[in-house]
């Protein structure tokens, strides 16, 4: 880890923290070019969400789990950053749930690939999990999406009555809300499709929606009549918060 | 470039067209590791202005140029996010001004520097200009700075009276500062500390404040008698519309 960040009482220090997860798995071939890019369009959001877990968002996890918990097929799906930024978490969560890991890439190429599903089955042994992990071999397609970003597993996202997407592209959140899945996000940008579109949206940091996750699974929450746009909303109002009247005299 | 985006008519051509920029220029070696998160955060920032030059980011470029237009001894100082996006910009707006522009790391490497050096040259020869690329050789520190951050050139940097930085990290700006220059900023975060210490901040794109000055230097403004957290609250109260009731009923 870079000097600069070993210090964990520097107030930026998970920001820090994450910066240097992604950028490590870059280094490591796990991340598409753009993903570095992705990231900071991220850190922009928690910057003006003070880069803490809001009231409505806590909420919001609390909904998420409430519904893996009683989804009768749930499945994580995972892209790049979320397995650099919080893979050991969600390997955990699955466990919990005992729901199999999808990795799911927008940019899917056989070195990419391989790198993540080498670096999850090397955090499973080291956490001494049998999660199942999916996503190398595709045999199913997520209708209505064109090219590799289709591909999927039948006994993962595809038959998955329920799916949890981290930081999720807006045109297959879409496309998997047209399939009649419950679509759970987790992302920073209360304006994005995917937080729009999902059916219950966290606009929180991943590591820290799924360190509250491992915390709220257990406890087995209720499922609400939840208003997906209400929680949106509430985490706009607390970045206008922050910026209304910055300058006043 | 890209197919996905070489349609000028597309919605977000001109942002995925900087992207495109910065991936470019990251695979010259041109950029430290940090730099493309540091688009993306200028990314979320744009698309939260609309991807437009709002009107008080248009009155401040117009007072950036006033005030270059002025001074006896202005720098432009680019770092290698401000080449990538808008080198040859920058090179015509040193022309129009007849002065230095500094090449100014924050993470410098020879490396970085070689790379960046030739690239300028490069544009400064294809656009027929004999603009003076300093940074290669410091022979001074700017007061306040610790390690490379502070290494500057003394015709440049360190004698100007007037420095137009864009994209500039927050100490070096303090520092700058604290020097009794004029400090024109270039930054997308309104609320970023750079922005709050510039004489005057430009909240805006960097490439597209650089066209605007292009236009605007010509005509010679007038300086007038800047408030730069006007500009600032303007740029916020903008976002703020934005996120206001997006979800309402």
Redesign the interface.
Known sequence: MNEEIADPSHPRYQSLLM?ER??EA?LKGMLA??A??????????D?LLGEQTIPSALEATKEVAARLVKAKKPVISLNGNAIALAGREFLTIASQLDCPIEINLFYRTPQRMGALLAHLKLLNANLELDVEILGGVPDARIPGLEGPRAACQQNGIFEADTILVPLEDGDRCEALVAMGKEVLVIDL???SRSSKRGTVAVVDEVSRVAKNLIQLIPEKPKITKWKN??G??SA??H??ET??????L
């Open positions: 910066r992604i950028s870059s070019d753009s570095m890019i992705a990231h900071g369009r991220g850190e922009a959001f910057y940008n209360p304006l746009s209400n949106l909303q706009l109002d970045i206008t910026m209304s009247n910055q300058f006043a």
